[in-house]
Each structure stands twice: as C-alpha cells, then as structure tokens.
C-alpha cells in the first residue's frame, strides 16, 4: 500500500558492543515507535494502530479498480440488499453510477451529469440519485430517468428517505431542504439561512415519526427538523462545513464537522465534486483536498443532543462517514486515504491506510450493519472488507532513516499472541530491488540479520485476531564522519556601527576599543557527534602555535570570547580544531582543523609624532603601529564636543596621517587675558585606542 521515508525522534540508549567493521560512533540510538503517528505511514494489511500506540487485527481488504471510464472520484455509496453496493461517480467523466458485485464493476446508469453526488433507496427498492444540477434520478439496470426537478436549485448535495417513502433532499445555492413526494413532487420543507445542505440524517423522535437532521456549509449548522418550516439548531460546531450525518443505534448521531484554512470555503482546482455544479458551477465547499488542508472533528449527540467531541486531526479534513451496528463510527480523510475509529474512551485507531488519496465513502452492509467495504478516490477504487485480522495481517513499518549508513542492534517489542518479526534494510528512500530481502524471524530480544544500510523497515506479522505488537524498540549506531572546519571569523566585540544596507555608517561615534575578540566557527558534522573544539594562535611570522583557552576546558559551542589585553601589537591566525572524541573511542576520533584570515592585534593607541598651532591652522603628525588611524577629532576649552577634522590627503587610511586644518569655525569669541583658547586634539586606530593632546592657539 503506501511506504515513505520520515525522520524518526531518536533517543539515546545505553552503549551497546558490536563486531569489528567499519568505524562507528560510540554513542547507539534508537528508532522507538511508540505511537500512532510513528507505526503509521507505512503498510497495513489487516490491521490497525491504536493512539495507545498498539497494533492490533484490523481490516483485510480487497482491491476493485473502478471502470476507466466511471471517473476518478467516489463520492456516495448504497449498499443493497442483494450484498452489492452502488458507487456515485465524479469527474472527469463522471456522473455514474457504478455496480459493485461478486468482485465485479460495471457501470449501471449514467446522468450524463458531471457528478453524482448522493444515493438513496427506498422500501421498495428503488434507488435515487442526486447530481450537480437540480434534478433528482430514478436509476436502475442501464438507465437514469428524472424523477423530480427542483425549482431554483443549482445542485443537490443529499439524500434521505423516510419511512412513509418520502425523499428529503439537501440542496444549494439557496440552503434549502426540499421534500419530494413518491409522485416526484417537490416543495421546500425548511429553508436553513446557509448557501448549501450538504448532509442529511434521518432519526426517530419520541413524539413524532421522523426528525430530519441536516448539516450545512457557510456556517457550518446542525439543524433538527421536526416538521415543514419548524426547526432547531442542534449544535454549531467550530467550522465551516457539517460534511456528513449519520445515525447509530439508540437515536445517537454523528456529525463530521470542517474547519477551512483561514475559515473560508474554496472551489477546488483538482476536480468538481459533490459540492459543485456541472453548468453553473456555483461557489460552494469541495470536498477534495484544497493546497492547505483543513481541520476535521467527529462529534457525538445522544438522544438528549448532548455534544460530545470524539475525535480531531488538525491536519487534513474529513470526508465520509458510516456506523456500525455496534454504533461504532469510522470516518474517511480528504488526504492520506485513511479510515479511522473511535471508542467510547475516545481512543483513536487507524483502520486503514490506502492508496488512493482520499476516502470517498465508507459503509455498512446486511441487516447487523457490518462494516462493508472501503471506496478510495483518485483513484476511483472499491475495496470490500473481507474479515478483522486473518492470516495475512501484516504491519510494516514506515521506512526509517538513520541517516547514515548503519549497523543495527538486538530489536525488542511489547506483544502478544502469534507474532513474527523481521527487518530489511536498504540505501534509498523506497524499498526496491537494491534492499536486501526480509530476514528470517527475529527473536525478541535478538540480533538484527539485515545486512547494514542508511534505511530500514520493521515488519510483523499478526498470526491470530489476539495478536498486538507496540513498543518497538531498534537500536542502530552509524558509521563515524568526521567533522570538518568550514569557515572561521573573527572580530573585536564592539565591531563596527552599520547601516541597513551592512556599510559602516559614515560619521558616526568613533571605535570603542575592546581587547576580547569574538571568534565564530562553521562545522560540518554529518553524523551528528558530539563535537570537542581546541582554538590556537600564532603571530604573523612565529611557527608556534598557543592554546587560546586552558588545557582544562572542554569547548563545545562554535565561539569563543579571545581575550588579547597582554597580547603584543600585530597580525595574528587563529586556528580551530573539531574533533569527536567525545563520541568515539581513541582508536576511531577523526580531527580537522581550518586556519583563519590574518586578525589584527592592537591594544597600544597612536601618538602625536608632531602637533602645533599657527593662527588659526592647526597642524600635526598621528602616528599607530598597527593602524590605520580612522579619525582625529578636536575640542575646545574644555566642552566635551568633539568635532572631526579631514588628513591632509582627504582619506583615513594608514597608519601615519597627517592634518593641516583651520578651526576658525570651532573657536568661540576670544576670552582671558590674552584671547586664547585649549584645543585638545584626539585621535583613535582602527581598534578604538585612541590618544588625547592638548595645544594652545596663540
């Protein structure tokens, strides 16, 4: 059926011991399927997973392809009494209505409509069947005849007959629920308020003959009908959509409720369906899978109309519906082609996993209202339920992705009953010809026959109905990788003032001077080890290497704080080294090392190498060791306003700048005895050090 490759969580088990082969990460983990989620999404044949996280016998069935021409989609179903079952079809080339007997398909009526969108039978045999327009089919062997046509109606979405022979119907654009006579006379019964009446129910009430449920799309309402234009809400679940009603033992039902991606309704793009016209093609909810699925919700009312939420999957939507005799209720999805279950508890199972892409119906058949058969949609595919369990019950895990090329441990389970377990394992995402073949039965407990590979399955086999498997346990440990140094950078803390658009920001405050340099690395790790890192340094020129931390530090973050503050001025390389020897024995660490881009030391300011006042023109000389200087800036009498002046050659950019600027503009009025005025003169390198001097103006 379906298998997919997914990463599984992993978890860390206690160190296991394995032959000699190639070299392995130490540390072992474990694929732990404990879940429903994580014993899906692989093969079910015959059986079911449980949200309690066990497998269990479950449905068998088999497999009908439809007739090419009966179209893609199922969107109703009818049992009949002869044990056949009569499927509506959608496009393309739709509006169908296909026999399903004795392993067999054919096609018994055709519309001519673009959908066949709900069927229905009365007392006496005869079968209905609505269509994306406003008319009403009576079908039988080879012919679909108009039965009724209903006034103003764009398309009919439901069906009901009721036990005096009448036929109720759900309809749109204009929400109506109509009433047709067994002559084929039509009038409306109640008018709901919504675009569209997209399910109907049928149920006994204590003080009437019939109680007409119907669900709506627009608001997403419940109604309880008891008589011509006389109705209640029942319940306004959360959504947009009451998709599908139906009615269990003890006057119990079920609604299946919708919420749309941003709580709207759309018109699909992959096909119409009973939810569209084929003329008109009125805006209305579709029940094939929109690009964002939606929400879907099971609901239960007791005979009293309590609600009670059974079941939720914020994942994709639901589209049919059924109950048993038991009144036990399965639903069908809009994506996956799932089947599930619920029990009183609210414990979820998934009955069925298929193929095809959506669950088009799901139904009952015979007087106990046994589970029937199963109806996947594109593509259009029958599938009677043949028995729970049975001798080809077989579980297959989905395909589990280590990662790396592994070697697999001893594999454990919790079960009962007759099981047998085996693996195989492969290196590509599907399990094909290149896999190797399922091993012989594994003990529990046992070792894993498989030969080693990046992926693997796990598959039992259930050999009576009190059969169960759960916990499976799988320990793997993969091949070692080393790590390797891709990039290393390093710069001082304060770093730079930058715009939006990453330049510097021109005329900004000037450089803070910090002595701790802020070194980053990037590894690639691919097996995941954990990851030790040793960081050196050398001075431009010198051949030895010093630990920039203590040998008694064990750094495992990619960065590092370098404090330079007793350093000498210069050019310097870092170099960073990952190893994995925290994952590895001695014998199997691997080790790489990267080299960084020369790093300039400077921790000493500039100086004045000259400085003078003539007039008004102030000239001078700034030397750095290291360079370059970046900005001289002056201030006068004492005011903390400094103010930038321009080197001679318009640029900082080396590490001698001379200037030779006037600073008429920056004197304010003469003061003292003699009109002079302190000018301090400050200068900084590019690390921030800067220098400060003060000059009289004469």
């Not at 690395?521 to 097996?527: A, G, L, R, S, T």
């Not at 102030?618 to 321009?646: C, N, S, T």
């Amino acid at each position: 059926m379906r298998f997919g490759a997914f990463f599984v969580g992993l978890s860390v088990l206690a160190c296991a011991s394995f032959g000699p082969r190639a070299a392995r990460a130490v540390g072992p983990r474990v694929f732990d399927l404990d879940s429903l989620e994580k014993l899906s999404g692989g093969d079910l044949h015959g059986v079911a997973v449980g949200s309690d996280g066990v497998v269990r016998a479950g449905f068998t069935l088999s497999t009908l392809p439809l007739p090419a021409d009966a179209g893609t989609t199922v969107t109703c179903a009818l049992a009949l009494a002869d044990g056949s079952v009569l499927l509506g079809t959608g496009p393309a080339s739709g509006g169908k209505v296909v026999r399903v007997a004795n392993d067999a398909a054919t096609i018994f009526a055709d519309t001519k409509e673009s959908a066949v969108n709900a069927l229905a039978m009365d007392r006496a045999g005869t079968v209905y069947a609505a269509t994306t327009s406003g008319r009403i089919y009576r079908v039988s062997q080879g012919r679909a005849d108009v039965f009724a046509t209903l006034p103003g109606v764009d398309s009919v979405f439901a069906l009901a007959v009721s036990k005096s022979g009448a036929l109720y119907a759900g309809t749109g654009s204009d929400g109506d629920v109509f009433r047709v006579s067994p002559a084929g006379a039509p009038s409306v019964y109640f008018k709901t308020g919504d675009p569209f009446v997209v399910s109907l129910a049928l149920g006994d009430a204590p003080s009437a003959d019939e109680v007409v449920f119907a669900g709506t799309s627009g608001k997403g309402l419940i109604y309880r009908i008891t008589a011509p234009g006389r109705a209640t809400v029942l319940y306004d679940p959360p959504g947009e959509d009451v998709h599908a009603l139906a009615v269990g033992p003890n006057r119990v039902l079920y609604a299946v409720a919708n919420e749309e991606p941003g709580g709207a309704a759309t018109d699909s793009t992959e096909g119409t369906s009973r939810r569209a016209s084929a003329a008109r093609t009125p805006a209305g909810p579709s029940p094939i899978p929109r690009a964002k699925p939606g929400k879907g919700s099971l609901w239960r009312f007791d005979a009293d109309g309590r609600p009670e939420r059974m079941m939720h999957h914020d994942d994709f939507h639901y589209l049919s519906l059924a109950v048993d005799g038991q009144g036990t209720p399965y639903v069908g999805t809009g994506a996956d082609g799932r089947v599930y279950t619920v029990d009183d508890a609210h414990a979820v199972a998934l009955a069925a996993d298929l193929n095809e892409r959506q669950i088009g119906a799901i139904g009952t058949v015979g007087t106990d209202k046994r589970m029937g058969y199963v109806i996947g949609s594109d593509p259009a595919t029958f599938h009677r339920v043949l028995s729970i369990g049975g001798a080809d019950a077989v579980w297959t895990s989905k395909t589990l992705d280590a990662g790396l090329r592994a070697h697999f441990g001893h594999l454990t389970w919790r079960g009962t009953g007759k099981l047998e377990v085996s693996t195989r394992t492969g290196d590509t995402p599907t399990p094909d010809s290149t896999w190797s073949a399922w091993s012989a039965p594994v003990a529990y407990g046992g070792p894993v026959q498989s030969p080693g590979g990046r992926f693997v399955q796990v598959r039992a086999r259930l050999g009576d109905t009190a059969a169960t498997i759960a916990d499976v346990k799988l320990p793997f440990v993969t091949e070692n990788l080393r790590a390797v140094v891709t990039d290393v950078e390093a710069h001082d803390k304060s770093g730079p003032h930058e715009t939006k658009e990453g330049l510097p920001a021109s005329g900004g405050p000037p450089p803070k001077h910090d002595a701790v340099v802020h070194v980053t690395w990037k590894v690639d790790n691919p097996d995941n080890d954990e990851l030790r890192y040793e960081v050196r340094f050398r001075q431009e020129g010198q051949a030895r290497w010093l630990d920039a931390t203590s040998s008694d530090d064990v750094l495992t973050k990619p960065e590092l704080d370098w404090d330079t503050s007793s350093l000498p001025e210069g050019k310097y390389r870092l170099r960073v080294e990952a190893s994995d020897e925290l994952a590895n024995p001695p014998a199997e660490v691997t080790r790489h090392g990267l080299e960084s881009a020369p790093v300039v030391v400077d921790n000493t300011p500039p100086f004045f190498k000259t400085l003078g006042i003539q007039g008004h023109r102030l000239r001078g000389e700034v030397v750095d060791g290291v360079g370059p200087i970046v900005r001289v800036e002056v201030a006068v009498d004492g005011k903390v306003q400094w103010r930038p002046i321009a080197p001679v050659d318009g640029i900082f950019d080396t590490a001698d700048e001379s200037f030779d600027t006037d600073i008429t503009a920056f004197l304010p009025p003469a003061a003292g005895p003699q009109g002079s005025h302190v000018v301090a003169v400050r200068a900084f390198d590019a690390a921030g050090n800067a220098v400060v001097r003060d000059v009289d103006t004469p």
